[in-house]
């Protein structure tokens, strides 16, 4: 199997700042491939008036206080700014980080946030999709380092030009979503990497949909790279592991049904699920982590897990 790639994504809602950096700093210090923060502006478990803190502002606190890991938002809202300010702060962050930055763009799912903030929310989500198709599209240009002139119903570009470029030749874009019509084409067209969740047999079928739709738009399906995401808690047993998190849920004032993406268990159990995704192409894993930050998680899955797998 090839070499486990991993993530985590530090919930930033229920917390307070010192926590949320620190845990970053330890992240980075253990080798960790990508971190990633949502972008929301209200809580999105639980009760929504608890607080939470901006995502592209607080990678960008990330970005200076980091040496190796690759910052993104899992994923960014397209809805909240223009795509020119995407990929405007998308390039800052690069250049902050040293060139580790990934620019994560999804459709948008939260309406409450939308109204209370005056944001436009559309019709629907499949309005939001073609949104995010258009925008990602020029953002990808913006970012490769060309003139963007563009006229649609939601967005006009006239002779739109960015200085500095990334310091990356090319920039990563990660989409989050297994829509089969309208998001999966979009990272057949766009994306580098693509996050998805479900089962195994889930994201296989979402898989051969994908690589259909790259063979339509003449992409390299290869180009892309398969992340798989969870809610994570790592103990000796699941009993144990199971008790962590529904504390967590407790300080996180919400609740949470069971579902294929929450993973509980001992060190063998999770290398045993990660082998299982990585056999149908997703060798990247990006555990979630609700505040309080679990550092045994964080810990056993980088020291513990990841040798078992490459092992």
Same mark, same amino acid.
């Given at each position: 199997m090839p070499d486990l790639k991993l993530g985590i994504l530090l919930w930033s809602q229920a917390t307070e700042w010192p926590p949320l950096f620190d845990a970053a700093k330890r992240i980075d210090r253990l080798g960790y491939d990508h971190l990633w923060t949502w972008d929301h502006l209200y809580a999105i478990w639980g009760e929504p008036d608890q607080p939470i803190?901006?995502?592209?502002?607080?990678?960008?606190?990330?970005?200076?206080?980091?040496?190796?890991?690759?910052?993104?938002?899992?994923?960014?809202?397209?809805?909240?700014?223009?795509?020119?300010?995407?990929?405007?702060?998308?390039t800052t962050l690069d250049h902050i980080s040293g060139g580790r930055a990934i620019l994560g763009i999804g459709g948008a799912w939260f309406e409450l946030e939308h109204t209370a903030h005056g944001i436009e929310f559309g019709s629907g989500f499949g309005q939001r999709l073609d949104w995010m198709d258009e925008s990602v599209g020029v953002m990808r240009r913006l970012l490769d380092g060309e003139e963007v002139t563009f006229a649609s119903e939601k967005y006009r570009f006239e002779k739109l030009a960015h200085l500095p470029l990334p310091l990356q030749k090319h920039l990563p874009i990660m989409? *989050?979503? &297994? =829509?089969?019509?309208?998001?999966?084409?979009t990272i057949a067209k766009y994306g580098d990497m693509w996050n998805g969740f479900g089962t195994p047999e889930e994201l296989k079928h979402k898989d051969e949909v994908l690589r259909r739709?790259?063979?339509?738009?003449g992409r390299d399906e290869r180009e892309i790279e398969?992340?798989?995401?969870?809610?994570l808690v790592i103990r000796d047993t699941e009993e144990e592991a199971r008790r962590?998190?529904?504390?967590?849920?407790?300080?996180?004032?919400?609740?949470?049904?069971?579902?294929?993406?929450?993973?509980?268990?001992?060190p063998e159990q999770i290398a045993e699920?990660?082998?299982?995704? *990585?056999? &149908? =192409?997703?060798?990247?894993?990006?555990?979630?982590?609700?505040?309080p930050f679990d550092m045994e998680t964080i810990e056993r899955l980088m020291l513990e897990v990841k040798p078992m797998v490459e092992g």
């Open positions: 803190f901006e995502g592209w502002t607080t990678l960008a606190a990330w970005a200076a206080a980091t040496d190796r890991v690759r910052l993104g938002l899992m994923v960014g809202a397209n809805t909240i700014r223009n795509p020119g300010l995407f990929a405007k702060t998308a989409i *989050g979503g &297994i =829509g089969e019509k309208k998001t999966l084409r739709h790259c063979e339509e738009v398969r992340t798989v995401g969870c809610q962590f998190w529904m504390y967590q849920l407790e300080q996180n004032r919400c609740e949470f049904e069971d579902s294929s993406s929450l993973w509980l268990g001992s699920r990660c082998r299982a995704f *990585g056999e &149908i =192409g997703f060798h990247t894993v990006v555990a979630e982590l609700p505040a």
